[in-house]
Each structure stands twice: as C-alpha cells, then as structure tokens.
C-alpha cells in the first residue's frame, strides 16, 4: 500500500516568516500534486511535478520534486495570512494506470498577521 | 469556462437512508473520481468513472456506489446510511485517463448523517 505522510501536520507562524512543508513516502510516485484548500471548499490545484528533481516556482511557493520521486516539499517565503489554509500533497502511483491519487494527511498552516 | 459543478452543497439525512450526489465536470473532461474527505482519514479515492466505465475503486463496502452518463456527468449513491458516512464528498474532473492528468476538484457535498 502506499502511503504519503505529510509533515508538521500543524504549523502557526507569524506573518513574513518562512516555511516548509514535506511530504514523504517509501514509494516511488509517476507525479505529485500539491492543493490548497480552505473550509467548506474543495482542494484547489497548486502545482504538478513530474520529473525527479523537479522544482516549480509560484509567486513566493517553491515546489520540490525528489530525485528518487519519493519525495516532496513546499516552501513559503514571507508567508502572508492569505497563505492560511490546509495543505495537501497527492501522488500517483507508478504502477496506477489510472488517474487515482493517495493523499498526504495534509498540512494546516495559520499566518497571523 | 465553469468549473467542477457538485450539487447539492449540503445535506442531511438519518440513518438508513438512502442519498445521491451529483458532480458535472469541467466542460471537455471526460474522467470524474470520487473521495471522501474526513477530519480522521483525509482523503480517501471512492471511484474513478471514464467513458461510462468505473476504472477503479476504493476500498469502500458496497453500499457506496457511482455512475457516469454520457455527457461525463457523474453520480454517486450512499444507501443504508451509517453515522460515520458523514463527510465532506468530493468530486474530482479530469481531462483524460491515465497517469500525469491534473484533477481538478468541485467545492464538495457536505453529508451529515443524525
């Protein structure tokens, strides 16, 4: 089974500071998905990586592939309260032929201004 | 160009009832999966449906159960409801099937069960 453990599964900081999130696993994943998404909503779509060693940038969000593609992380530089939200990581599984992603437990990070 | 369309947003029912949730894709997208979202198991992947075909499923019993039309649209049916089938139920479209296509999620049908 795999599996994708994310972590800190809490975060709180303070406005302007800098922040990463891992998401980890013994398995090897085709793609990685990192989500944004706040109460009551549905998970909004942030980045995809694909390739090992891949890094992604989006405004002050910096994406992390693993070489191995086992692996993932986020960054935020300067974090702002509209960072505030529940991170998820999903991958897909290289022996999936299908489009179904497992789920990291997810991130909760709150910004206080 | 609309998003992932679920209906309805919430809902509550007793235990032992039956419910139906309906989820329209982005227009174009022909592949819909199903999760549900619990604050003890995060995400959980229900059913994935392309071309009318479920491709894959869950490990959910089979009171939990889906289906897509011709048009993508897709439903998924909970009967003899429990009290832990609350959740936050998500739908999930998609452009094709297969690996490395991003899925992209509707705000979800919140399901109380009392």
């Known amino acids: 089974t795999q599996l994708l453990e994310q972590s800190p599964q809490f975060l709180s900081i303070q406005e302007g500071e800098n922040l990463t999130v891992y998401c980890n696993s013994s398995?090897?994943?085709?793609?990685l998905q990192w989500y944004r998404q706040e109460p009551g909503e549905g998970p909004v779509l942030l980045v995809t990586?694909?390739?090992?060693?891949e890094v992604k940038k989006l405004k002050r969000l910096t994406f992390q592939f693993g070489d191995a593609r086992k692996d993932s992380s986020l960054h935020i530089t300067a974090a702002q309260p509209g960072d505030t939200g529940l991170y998820l990581c999903?991958?897909?599984?290289?022996?999936?032929?299908?489009?179904?992603?497992?789920f990291g437990q997810g991130t909760t990070l709150q910004v206080k201004p | 160009k609309a998003g992932v369309t679920q209906t309805p947003r919430y809902l509550i029912k007793t235990r032992g009832q039956q419910v139906t949730l309906s989820c329209s894709p982005i227009?174009?997208?022909?592949?819909v999966s199903w999760y549900q979202q619990t604050p003890g198991q995060g995400l959980q992947f229900l059913f994935e449906?392309?071309?009318?075909?479920?491709?894959n499923k869950g490990n959910f019993p089979g009171r939990f159960s889906g289906r897509q039309f011709s048009n993508s649209r897709s439903e998924m049916n909970v009967s003899t409801l429990e009290l832990g089938d609350s959740a936050l139920y998500l739908c999930?479209?998609?452009?094709?099937?297969?690996?490395?296509?991003?899925?992209?999620f509707g705000q979800g049908t919140r399901l109380t069960v009392v």
């Open positions: 999903a991958g897909e599984g290289v022996t999936s032929n299908t489009g179904k992603l497992i």
């Open positions: 449906y392309f071309s009318e075909t479920q491709r």
């Open positions: 999930a479209s998609s452009l094709g099937y297969g690996r490395n296509t991003e899925a992209f």
């Open positions: 990586v694909v390739t090992g060693g």
């Open positions: 227009s174009g997208h022909r592949s």
């Open positions: 398995s090897v994943f085709s793609s």
